[in-house]
């Protein structure tokens, strides 16, 4: 068995899911795993597996929309502390002589593991956009040239790309493997229900969704207002966020409203549930996640969300759902199963 050094991208709470369900069936096989990870990653991983803490690349938003310059300012005042981060992972190889090195978009441990010639594995949705087909909007090019010009970037040569994956994506790069997504378990043992409720969740737009949701006059649970505990507004509760209540109100309700990130999107998808994205304006990532959410037929993008394409979505929902029967059923077997026989093929010899 190997030892593997598994680092993450601290940015949401996507990386960290995937990398928890990952590292536990690593450890369930017998190899030995030490993950680093920054901000979000770090909290939600703290005490549920071997850490310590780096720093990392963070983005910068204002008004549901990605800054460019606000976030290359931002990360150039980081440089001391992505610095010393790299102390810290190079004292963690020389400890931890790990045999392989995995990588969930986090490039600072791909960097040192090229640099003490460890070979290096890349698990996360991220690379769809370099390593398999890809076709944007026209108005998304832009965002879509820079994008993958970041991605390659941040982890250049791994000895294999595992490439997490919704649409049915075709690789056109070797040594490129998509894989279902990976759903934490707690996910996979919720039983969906068709319920009444609408269920909206953003971070950034709560507050202007709230008179929206409340024009619709149907049950709706709106996660993201700044509440401390459960309100009732019309139609409309208002809940603070908890993971275990809102994976409740998940697989309970008719339909999802919410931005456009790859973890939820497929969470939601996988428990049957139509979904209007609406994502975070020049993130590219989320636009793509928009884009093949709506080309699939499983629900509706909106760049900018109106009271009428609400209730265009609630209108077409019998439809996403005749589609959604075709989703295919996933349990993380079939992704994990690819992920075991390139840690055979890649991690260094004892």
């Known amino acids: 068995m190997s030892r593997i050094l598994y680092g993450l991208a601290g940015e949401g709470g996507g990386h960290a ?25 770090y909290a939600r991983l703290q005490g549920q597996v071997r850490l310590f803490a780096i720093g990392g690349f963070r983005l910068a938003y204002e008004q549901n929309s990605l800054r460019y310059l606000r976030t290359v300012f931002r990360n150039l005042r980081a440089v001391p502390e992505l610095a010393r981060s790299l102390d810290r992972i190079s004292s963690a190889i020389r400890r931890f002589r790990p045999q392989l090195v995995c990588s969930d978009f986090e490039p600072l441990t791909a960097f040192l593991a090229r640099a003490h010639g460890i070979p290096v594995i890349s698990i996360d949705n991220q690379h769809q956009l370099t390593r398999t087909v890809l076709r944007p909007l026209l108005r998304d090019r832009s965002d879509a040239i820079t994008a993958m010009a970041a991605t390659r ?10 490439v997490a994956d919704f649409s049915g994506a075709r690789p056109i790069q070797p040594n490129t493997f998509v ?3 990976v759903l934490r378990r707690e996910v996979i043992r919720l039983r969906p229900t068709s319920g009444r409720h609408l269920l909206v969740y953003s971070t950034t737009g709560s507050a202007d969704l709230l008179p929206m949701v409340r024009a619709l006059r149907i049950p709706t649970i709106l996660y993201g207002c700044p509440v401390t505990q459960t309100q009732q507004q019309g139609s409309v509760t208002l809940k603070p966020i908890s993971g275990t209540e809102f994976l409740r109100d998940l697989a309970s309700a008719r339909a999802v409203v919410a931005n456009a990130g790859f973890s939820l999107i497929t ?5 049957g549930k139509p979904y209007c994205a609406v994502p975070v304006q020049h993130q590219f990532e989320q636009l793509w996640n928009a884009t093949l959410l709506a080309r699939q037929g499983y629900g509706m993008r909106s760049d900018a969300l109106t009271i009428t394409q609400l209730r265009t979505f609630l209108r077409r929902c019998p439809q996403y759902h005749r589609t959604l029967r075709a989703y295919p059923y996933h349990d993380n077997r079939d992704a994990l199963r690819t992920i075991d026989a390139l840690i055979t093929e890649h991690a260094l010899p004892r």
Do not use: Q, W
């Open 17 to 41: 899911a995937r990398a928890k369900e990952i590292i536990r069936h690593c450890e369930s096989r017998g190899h030995r795993v030490l993950a680093c990870s920054s901000a979000t990653g």
């Open 153 to 162: 970037l941040m982890l250049p040569t791994c000895a294999a790309y595992v």
């Open 267 to 271: 969470e939601a998808l996988h428990l």
């Open 179 to 181: 894989i279902p997504p």
